[in-house]
């Protein structure tokens, strides 16, 4: 667990934050505490935890692209792999330095290239078109169980090639590993307690014998046979993809829902070209955030903008505050699908930078093209409900209303 926090102090000057951006009232609504982290200073220190934190554009880029000082070695949540025991074996890619993270990553780029993205596409596009053709008959639905949860699931189980039996375990896993990057909180704590069978399950899932011959999982494998990593490494690197690649998109299409449902307009410039699909995910993404927050700790004394910084520390990345952060975007807070997304940080940057991301971009852009054809208005009914997800954010229910095309 984090040491208290009166255990740990900051450096000299460096602006003190009471925010909690792990509870309850932070999850409800961030933006006020984003902005005002973002104002207080270009690194602030959160008393609530006795760590570091960076929510502008430019020190959260500065920090991915500088991995051997912003280390991901020592874990990606609060705590502190040199000084507690991580909750499961540490991921390959994700919580690993260059040079031992760029193997593993090498075997991932492969298994979700753009060439594995062009055999997937046909399949995607007839799993996205059946979907909206199904939400069409009827005028209101939720557009996170009835939608968001449903197309990863019609599509990436078959292509990683998983069992039938037992899916339901990967929205519950994915939400167990997100709630366990954060702090020793009611969600973190609620998510130990009732993880066994999910990790039982996934463990299952990540061996060669469970998987089929022919898909994304098989493929990580084959990398085993070449002897380019052990057995062991490819089962955790199918891990990898069954921690990351579900709730991630889930939350990734709630956004795009909840944006086009709350902007009019936008769905009418989607509607008009469907060729913005593309463009119309990838600006949700930016907006919301779907994975707001990764630590890094810092392997050496070090100067972010001008804040001394000790070795050893837990520094905060604040990646939605940064994907509005006002010195980068204009009008940061607007939905603008014809704006330009380039530079978001919603997938990282630099070596760690999201190896999924084009899986998840096929997934939007087919999704979001079905729609704008499906549909020629979508507006939302009634009050959303937030998640409550010590990384993630998004919406645990989205009702609306559509009227078919
Ligand atoms: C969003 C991510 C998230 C959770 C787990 C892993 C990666 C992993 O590599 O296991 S990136």
Same mark, same amino acid.
């Not at 990057?181 to 020793?184: E, H, L, S």
């Not at 089929?212 to 898909?215: F, L, P, S, Y």
């Given at each position: 667990m984090p040491q208290a926090a009166e255990a740990r102090r900051p450096a000299a000057k460096v602006p003190v934050s009471p925010i909690d951006p792990f509870s309850i009232d932070f999850f409800r609504n961030p933006h006020p505490a984003h902005e005002a982290v973002r104002e207080a200073g270009p690194v602030v220190w959160l008393e609530r935890y006795g760590t570091y934190a960076a929510a502008r554009y430019a020190e959260v880029k500065e920090m991915l692209g500088d991995p051997a000082t912003f280390c991901s070695s020592r874990g990606v !949540?609060?705590?502190d792999f040199a000084r507690e025991t991580p909750w499961?074996?540490?991921?390959?890619?994700?919580e690993r330095d260059p040079p031992e993270h760029d193997r593993a990553r090498a075997v991932l780029n492969r298994a979700l290239s753009a060439t594995v993205m062009r055999s997937l596409r046909a399949r995607f596009v007839e799993a996205a078109e059946a979907l909206a053709g199904a939400l069409a008959r009827r005028d209101r639905f939720d557009a996170i169980a009835d939608c968001a949860e449903v197309y990863p699931m019609m599509v990436l189980p078959d292509a990683v090639g998983l069992s039938k039996v037992g899916r339901e375990h990967l929205l519950s896993y994915a939400a167990t590993v997100f709630n366990m990057? !954060?702090?020793?909180n009611e969600l973190r704590r609620a998510a130990l307690t009732q993880m066994a069978p999910h990790v039982e399950w996934i463990a299952l899932q990540c061996k060669r014998e469970t998987l089929?011959?022919?898909?994304i999982g098989a493929t990580i494998h084959a990398a085993a046979d070449t002897g380019e990593v052990t057995r062991r490494e490819a089962e955790l690197l199918v891990r990898s993809i069954l921690s990351a690649g579900f709730d991630t998109t889930v939350h990734g299409i709630g956004a795009a829902m909840r944006s086009l449902a709350h902007n009019p307009d936008q769905f009418a410039a989607l509607r008009a070209d469907p060729s913005k699909a593309r463009a119309a995910f990838e600006e949700a993404v930016r907006l919301e955030?779907?994975?707001q927050t990764f630590f890094r700790t810092t392997t050496r004394d070090v100067e972010l903008s001008g804040t001394r910084i000790p070795e050893g520390a837990k520094v905060l990345m604040l990646l939605g505050a940064a994907n509005r952060d006002p010195r980068k975007w204009p009008h940061a807070d607007r939905y603008d699908i014809d704006r330009s997304t380039a530079g978001h940080v919603a997938f990282g940057a630099g070596v760690h930078m999201c190896v999924g991301q084009l899986l998840a971009r096929l997934e939007g852009e087919a999704l979001l093209a079905a729609f704008a054809r499906a549909f020629s208005a979508i507006e939302a009914d009634g009050e959303a409900e937030p998640l409550f997800n010590n990384t993630l954010r998004g919406w645990a229910r989205l009702p609306v209303k559509a009227t078919a095309a």
């Open positions: !949540g609060l705590s499961r074996p540490p991921s390959l890619v994700l990057f !954060g702090p020793d089929t011959g022919d898909g955030s779907p994975v």
